[in-house]
């Protein structure tokens, strides 16, 4: 099955991909900590929001591409290696298949169960319409969480941990999924203080006009500015 076929059957598919390639993304994310970032490049923090007690043992941070040069770093690594082919994937033309977001997810402890969701929820954008690509940044620990996605269709809430799949994270590997139909969350796990689990995501959406409000919106509720313009490699 091609992974264009596998997408579109089951809403996920895995690309490989050299690990080398993200090396402008790690240096971005040094850049951030170092507070060392041109000046172009605005980069944007969220801390989780779920103030339950059972995440307060565990620290997320999203870095989000905030100006179109930063967005460019994310777009730029994508379109230099085998993660293209996502553009290709999703949608039906890789023209208006754009990054619209991009982020470095950064999570420090243990993490809880997970509360599930899709990423791109709004009623008017379909399947095959947005998705979401995650890969690790750094080498990646052997026991922490992967992705869980369910088969469960979205009403069915009952349903969603019986038919649940794990997704382990390999380096090298993307986990491209449908941003608005595949429901999943982050796999619970246990991990040593000081344990940093980083991955890379890249959120696309089809940026035909009559779809830009309706992104625009899904934007405003993730607090994340949307990039609807022209990657530099058509
Ligand atoms: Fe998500």
Redesign the pocket.
């Known amino acids: 099955m091609s992974k264009k076929e596998e997408f579109l059957n089951s809403s996920v598919t895995k690309l490989a991909f050299s690990f080398d390639a993200l090396d402008p993304i790690r240096q971005l994310y040094y850049d951030i900590l170092d507070n060392n970032l041109h000046p172009s490049v605005d980069i944007g923090i969220k801390a989780h929001e779920d103030y339950s007690d059972e995440f307060k043992s565990v620290s997320m941070r999203w870095y989000f591409a905030k100006s179109p040069e930063a967005i460019k770093i994310f777009r730029d690594v994508l379109d230099g290696c085998e993660l293209a082919l996502s553009r290709d994937i999703i949608g039906k033309s890789r023209n208006t298949m754009r990054v619209v977001q991009a982020n470095i997810i950064e999570t420090i402890g243990s993490y809880p169960t997970g509360r599930w969701?899709?990423?791109f929820h709004h009623t008017k954008l379909g399947t095959n319409e947005s998705g979401?690509l995650l890969t690790p940044l750094f080498p990646f620990q052997p026991y922490f969480g992967g992705l869980e996605t369910t088969s469960a269709h979205r009403d069915e809430y009952d349903a969603y941990d019986e038919l649940a799949t794990v997704h382990k994270y390999q380096e090298g590997q993307g986990i491209l999924f449908d941003g608005t139909s595949t429901i999943?969350?982050t796999q619970s796990y246990k991990a040593y203080p000081g344990d940093k689990r980083i991955l890379v995501c890249w959120q696309f959406g089809c940026t035909r006009d009559e779809l830009q409000p309706v992104l625009t919106e899904v934007g405003e509720n993730n607090g994340d500015p949307m990039f609807f313009h022209e990657h530099d490699y058509a």
């Open positions: 969701h899709s990423d979401t999943h969350r």
